[in-house]
């Protein structure tokens, strides 16, 4: 063998040897299996940095501050209490939560979030663009999830709020089911299961206002798990939207009574033609929690009531 053939055998086995030691530069994807050793070992994946609410979180949140009661009944619910270093002056549940309070999303106190340092603020109404920035700049991230419209929106809020705790969702079959599925699928389960359990045929839901819940609300998908919603009309409408029709319920704030509600010619031409009147807490449908599913307890008691009389 020539001296050119020993160097291009040379050039061509030391390439197979590198390549068979791992030392070319070559970029793993999280389903790789890494060789080292002559043992097989799974690439690690780690929970974060994680996307949560369009924020990159580099770790887990340990320290936060809500300023929504809804964001505060869905932390303590998914056992992170001990997280919270401040609510807004709003949140009343959980009772004796003992936390100082730092005012509320419309008039947060930002000094005082800001010398609690906390990883990061939730809130479901946006904050100003002014407060966003004094809490970013302090590296307080500020975390909103998207108010839910519908029961998906529901489960995805549970999910993001839980990502920031558990970070980003990795698939471990020795683990079981991922803690963020884990927890989101509980709250829609139990609120699919209370809408299963209380069949309403076809209603129209009537706030305060005397306007009705158009599917694309919360309140209209939420009460729409165990019913045709009648009024299929965007967002919340005069109830003349729904004229002529005649649902089997009409589920009423129960800031109304019977009077305020038949002072509406068209709602009280449904009562007249035999729909029935049902009263609800709104509060269920305003905080999107694992409380919501009370809401249908609440209608059940009143229909068993009925039944019985």
């Given at each position: 063998m020539n001296?050119?053939?020993?160097?291009c055998?040379?050039l061509?086995?030391t390439s197979f040897a590198?390549a068979l030691c791992?030392c070319e530069?070559?970029e793993?994807?999280?389903?790789?299996v890494?060789?080292?050793?002559n043992?097989?070992?799974e690439?690690e994946?780690?929970p974060?940095?994680?996307?949560?609410?369009?924020?990159?979180?580099e770790?887990a949140?340990?320290?936060?501050?809500s300023?929504s009661?809804a964001m505060?009944?869905i932390?303590?619910?998914?056992?992170?209490q001990?997280?919270l270093?401040?609510?807004s002056?709003y949140?009343?549940y959980?009772?004796?939560?003992?936390?100082m309070?730092?005012g509320?999303t419309e008039?947060p106190?930002?000094?005082?979030?800001?010398?609690?340092a906390?990883?990061?603020?939730?809130?479901?109404?946006?904050?100003s663009?002014r407060?966003?920035y004094m809490l970013?700049h302090a590296?307080?991230?500020?975390?909103?999830p998207k108010?839910?419209e519908?029961?998906e929106d529901?489960?995805t809020?549970?999910k993001e709020?839980?990502a920031?705790?558990?970070g980003k969702?990795?698939?471990?079959p020795?683990?079981?089911?991922l803690?963020?599925?884990?927890?989101?699928?509980?709250?829609r389960l139990?609120?699919e299961k209370?809408?299963?359990?209380?069949?309403?045929?076809s209603?129209?839901?009537?706030?305060?206002m005397?306007?009705?819940?158009?599917?694309d609300?919360?309140?209209?998908?939420?009460?729409?798990l165990?019913?045709?919603?009648?009024c299929?009309e965007?967002g919340?409408?005069s109830?003349?939207?729904?004229e002529g029709?005649?649902?089997?319920?009409?589920?009423?704030?129960?800031?109304l009574?019977?009077e305020?509600?038949?002072?509406n010619?068209?709602?009280?031409?449904?009562?007249?033609?035999?729909?029935?009147l049902?009263y609800?807490?709104?509060?269920?449908?305003?905080r999107?929690?694992?409380?919501t599913?009370?809401?249908?307890?609440?209608?059940?008691?009143?229909?068993?009531?009925?039944?019985?009389?």
């Open positions: 001296f050119g053939k020993k160097i055998a040379l061509l086995s590198l791992g530069d070559t793993y994807t999280p389903s790789e890494v060789v080292s050793n043992e097989e070992k690439e994946i780690k974060f940095p994680a996307l949560v609410c369009g924020v990159t979180l770790k949140v340990n320290k936060a501050v300023l009661p505060t009944e932390i303590c619910e998914l056992g992170f001990s997280r270093a401040a609510v002056s949140c009343d959980p009772e004796d939560l003992g936390l309070t730092v509320s008039n106190d930002i000094d005082a979030i800001i010398e609690l906390p990883d990061a603020v939730f809130t479901l109404s946006l904050l663009e407060d966003i970013n590296g307080i991230a500020v975390l909103t108010i839910p519908s029961a529901y489960y809020m549970y709020i839980a920031a705790f558990y969702e990795i698939s471990d020795n683990k079981g089911e803690k963020t599925v884990e927890v989101a699928n509980k709250a139990e609120l209370a809408a299963d359990a209380t069949p309403l045929e209603f129209v839901y009537v706030t305060e005397l306007t009705l819940a158009g599917n609300t919360f309140a209209g998908a939420i009460l729409g165990s019913g045709e919603n009648l299929k965007s919340y409408v109830a003349d939207a729904c029709q005649t649902p089997k319920y009409i589920i009423a704030d129960d800031k009574n019977r305020k509600i038949t002072s010619a068209v709602l009280n031409s449904m009562i007249y033609n035999g729909t029935k049902v609800i807490s709104s509060s269920y449908l305003e999107p929690t694992a409380r599913a009370g809401v249908f307890e609440q209608i059940a008691q009143q229909l068993t009531a009925d039944s019985n009389q």
